[in-house]
């Protein structure tokens, strides 16, 4: 069974840094792309990065560009998104979820709760 | 970025067929997927490419597209369908990859 676990969210002040981590289980990581989505509380989905299987590619949002870094360890079956210089508008739920097609997202984590505020 | 705009909230009747929309010009160059997604729930795929359903996903429901709109269809609503639904697609106005979402769209089963 695939199995996508994000952990590492919580409360964190403006400007500040976390790293969030997404476990894989039940596939071959290595044989997939992986992004980042996230949900700002009562909105909708708004992707925010892309990686390659190899690590190769990598792409971001325009609004998170230059503050966040994806980044995955095939060998420890995870995925993690480096987030810093956080804002306010950061506030989101963030999923992992494992790409099948450029944009086509077929298995996502619960997802993990990032909260900035003072 | 390129926006993908749904349609505002949609009910429907126990049993009968809904369709929602998803326009975009990114539509013109590219399938959409959509998810499913339930108050508390991750999204979950239900329809991608040219109306690919991933395993489980139930045969009401369909995609198509025409034109600069992708559609997808639910036919034989059930109330489990009642949930928000999200269409995405690339991003055609950039060169790199780019994935664009649209805003959703809530679907009450009566």
């Known amino acids: 069974e695939v199995q996508l676990v994000e952990s590492g969210g919580g409360l964190v002040q403006p400007g500040g840094s976390l790293r969030l981590s997404c476990a894989a289980s039940?596939?071959?990581?290595?044989?997939?792309?992986m992004n980042w989505v996230r949900q700002a509380p009562g909105k909708g989905l708004e992707w925010v990065s892309y990686?390659?299987?190899?690590?190769?590619?990598?792409y971001y949002a325009d609004s998170v560009k230059g503050r966040f870094t994806i980044s995955r360890d095939n060998a420890k079956n995870s995925l993690y998104l480096e987030m810093n210089s956080l804002r306010d508008e950061d506030t989101a739920v963030y999923y992992c979820?494992?790409?099948?097609?450029?944009?086509?997202?077929?298995?996502w984590g619960q997802g993990t709760l990032v909260t900035v505020s003072s | 970025s390129s926006e993908l705009t749904q349609d505002p909230p949609v009910s429907v009747a126990l049993g009968q067929t809904v369709r929602i929309t998803c326009q975009g010009d990114?539509?013109?160059?590219?399938?959409a997927s959509w998810y499913q997604q339930k108050p508390g729930q991750a999204p979950v795929l239900v329809i991608y490419g040219e109306n690919k359903r991933p395993s489980g996903i139930p045969d009401r429901f369909s995609g198509s597209s025409s034109g600069n709109t992708a559609s997808l269809t639910i036919t034989g609503a059930q109330a489990e369908d009642e949930a928000d639904y999200y269409c995405n697609s690339r991003d055609s106005s950039v060169k790199h990859l780019g994935v664009v979402f649209g805003g959703g769209t809530k679907l009450t089963v009566l």
């Open positions: 990686i390659s299987s190899s690590s190769h590619t990598k």
């Open positions: 039940g596939f071959t990581l290595s044989s997939y792309s």
């Open positions: 990114s539509l013109t160059s590219y399938y």
């Open positions: 979820a494992r790409g099948i097609l450029e944009t086509t997202f077929d298995y």
